[in-house]
């Protein structure tokens, strides 16, 4: 029995030990630690390092990250390629507190940290790339509403809840640069709770005080949804613009219906090549990463580092009718 | 078997034998034991766990170049050494034919007590007070309700394992606690010497007194007896509700154990911490040849299963397979393991059927 048994793990064993393999020596290794495999987003931003790779010639990727979004697993899976001496990690992390002993014990043999899109506390990594900032999510939102009223008028938001942090932040941020955009007014911000139904029945009391509302601006992907979903109802699709931050997949009808000629949100590969490009430039020594400093990102210019050694990438992505069947798949 | 070959006899009997000064084969002799001493072990479970061991030792040596080199394999205790510590009570629990699916969520309802009173300025000794007190606390509840209620362990600790983990989060929502004293990083972080880490040295305690309690005790043997028949148990005397009751408190108190080790790693809490290793602690078990109905296992096999599953896992993690693809394969062979020897008894027996002797 036990020689049976013995042949058989034998062979199966080293069937799978050749499968495995190893892919072959590159100049440079970046590992890109997601969250979790099999989320669209990551898929995406796995394209972008892809990318970049291929720009610089001689880098192997290895993507990689736990099944579920744990910092237990992907505590495990840092330690792997910290054993495999890789040259650079960036790391989306599930837990920005549980992952520094690992990281740190990483840059203490030598290896580049950063951490991308979900951050990292700063003693465990050299520095933190954000998607984007708030005056450029700011701006970006009342841009988007004022590029398709050329004439101007009136718009109004549609946040999450009074309180959330977020959002209140990128609406304080709008209204600075509101007067940049001339014509433009904003008639009122009105709190749909991130709830479905509560967020349809606001865009609905807006649509019927303000009658001349020309566009309705909701930085949230729960509000955004409603809102042109409200609109549609209303048989206002074209008559009022719904814009704002939402999700490829959740605003692809919307954006074929016409109620929402353009809305914005991170591009996942602009993220994945960036990240890749400023963990290469680390690695290399081309760059050092330090209050002030700059980053090379390849394509998408330079990244410029804040006391907290964070940056931010670029604008949101603008996804409209010429792109969105590209992305809705995606994310 | 009423006429066994010399070689089915243990060396004690033999020895007996010689002694009565008998004509060999003219007494009728019934053996204690079917097979020989030698032929025991090298037919066990741990044998064949151990040689499985071995093979994946062997085929990660080959597969990656960065797998034989010390640190790197000192890296890779901590993917078993946390869970193994709690498998070892959790495979007593089993052996005596109960279950404790609460375990992982202990750990969370621990860490976040330290947390808790890390905010109120407690210092290392402190900390690990509160942690074996919540932990054995948590047991012993476990315990209450299975051992004096006598209510369906199963039941009870899947209760337990969203009350646990439930209050966690209460207290927490979805902050972290942070700030644990520098001293306190020794448990997950230190080393005792060269790449022996602390935790790994507190590992083989842990396993030396679970391997003396269950193996060399009369209270070990009356986990086994529970496990085997609780009523006969029972009428023997064996303080059943008792030793039950001990058991829970036991696992509780690894539990805060492990949960001392996986805090100090992070070195910080949150209320989602260990969520799912209930399963692969009870997968280590069974790995280990424990009857997951009861009534057998050592704590030889427990130890190999752990060595077997962290080297299957950090070899497939060098090779840098997705986490899915590990999952499947640590489920094959968990299979396979309980598996083919069924199989292939089966297999022998059918074919013994057709060729008599």
């Known amino acids: ?331 | 078997m009423t006429n066994p070959s010399t070689d089915g006899l243990d060396d004690g009997q033999r020895m007996g034998h010689a002694a009565q000064g008998a004509a060999p084969g003219s007494v009728r002799v019934i053996p204690d034991r079917m097979r020989s001493r030698f032929k025991r072990i090298v037919g066990s479970w741990e044998a064949l766990l151990l040689l499985v061991g071995l093979m994946i030792f062997l085929l990660n040596a080959q597969a990656s170049p960065y797998f034989l080199d010390p640190w790197n394999l000192s890296d890779a205790t901590f993917n078993f050494t946390e869970k193994a510590m709690i498998a070892f009570a959790m495979a007593l629990v089993i052996i005596s034919g109960e279950i404790d699916l609460s375990v992982a969520s202990i750990i969370a309802l621990v860490s976040t007590s330290m947390g808790f009173a890390v905010q109120l300025g407690a210092d290392t000794p402190v900390l690990i007070a509160v942690a074996l007190v919540i932990g054995m606390l948590c047991g012993a509840f476990n315990g209450v309700l299975v051992a004096l209620l006598g209510l369906p362990s199963i039941v009870v600790t899947i209760g337990t394992l969203s009350l646990f983990r439930g209050i966690a989060y209460i207290i927490l929502g979805d902050k972290a606690y942070a700030g644990y004293p520098a001293s306190f990083a020794w448990f997950g972080q230190g080393y005792v010497w060269w790449v022996i880490t602390v935790e790994l040295v507190l590992f083989m305690i842990i396993a030396l007194f679970f391997y003396i309690l269950l193996h060399r005790t009369s209270f070990g043997r009356a986990v086994f007896a529970i496990g085997n028949n609780p009523t006969a148990a029972l009428f023997s005397g064996i303080r059943v509700p008792r030793v039950k009751f001990i058991l829970f408190v036991l696992t509780g108190l690894l539990s805060a154990i492990a949960a001392i080790c996986l805090t100090s790693r992070l070195g910080s809490t949150r209320p989602s911490i260990a969520v799912g290793w209930e399963l692969e602690i009870v997968t280590m078990v069974v790995l280990g040849g424990v009857n997951i109905l009861g009534g057998s296992g050592t704590i030889a096999g427990v130890l190999i299963a752990a060595l077997v599953m962290g080297m299957v896992t950090f070899g497939l993690g060098l090779l840098n397979v997705p986490g899915i693809v590990m999952s499947i394969f640590v489920g094959l062979l968990l299979i396979g393991v309980i598996a083919l020897p069924i199989v292939f008894r089966r297999l022998g027996n059918r074919r013994k059927a057709v060729v008599p002797g």
Do not use: C
């Not at chain 1, 014509?183 to 709770?193: F, K, N, R, S």
């Not at chain 1, 090379?296 to 949101?316: F, H, Y």
């Open chain 1, 1 to 331: 029995m036990i020689k049976h048994f013995t042949r058989f793990l034998l062979g199966t064993t080293i069937a799978t030990g050749l499968v495995l393999s190893p892919a072959h020596a590159q100049d440079m290794r970046i590992a890109l630690v997601v969250k979790a495999l099999g989320i669209g987003f990551f898929e995406a931003a796995a394209k972008g390092a892809e990318e970049a790779a291929a720009e610089l010639g001689g880098v192997e990727i290895i993507y990689t990250g736990p099944t579920d979004t744990t910092a237990e697993g992907q505590i495990e899976v840092i330690n792997s390629l910290i054993a495999q001496k890789v040259d650079a990690i960036a790391v989306s992390a599930n837990d920005q507190d549980a992952l520094v002993p690992a990281l740190k014990k990483a840059m203490d043999r030598g290896i580049t940290v950063i951490s991308w899109d979900s951050g990292v506390a700063p003693e465990g990594r050299q520095m933190h790339l954000n998607p984007s900032s708030n005056p450029l999510i700011g701006n970006m939102i009342i841009k988007m509403a004022a590029d398709n009223l050329p004439d101007g008028g009136k718009v109004a938001v549609l946040s999450a809840s009074a309180t959330a942090t977020n959002q209140n932040i990128w609406i304080e941020e709008m209204n600075k640069v509101v007067g940049n955009y001339p014509g433009i007014e904003v008639v009122a911000t009105v709190y749909g709770d991130d709830l479905s139904d509560k967020s349809y029945r606001e865009a609905q009391g807006l649509m019927s005080s303000h009658p001349d509302l020309k566009a309705i601006i909701a930085p949230t992907s729960v509000g955004i949804v409603a809102a042109a979903q409200a609109v549609s109802d209303a048989g206002k699709a074209g008559e009022i613009n719904v814009t704002g931050l939402g999700l490829p997949s959740e605003m692809a009808a919307h954006v074929d219906s016409g109620a929402s000629r353009s809305f914005a949100i991170w591009n996942p590969i602009d993220l994945g090549y960036a990240a890749t490009m400023i963990a290469y430039n680390l690695a290399k020594g081309e760059a050092s990463a330090e209050p002030g400093g700059a980053i090379g990102m390849g394509r998408l210019g330079s990244v410029t580092l804040d006391e907290n050694r964070e940056g931010a990438m670029a604008d949101p992505f603008v996804y409209d009718a010429s792109n969105i069947n590209d992305f809705k798949d995606i994310f």
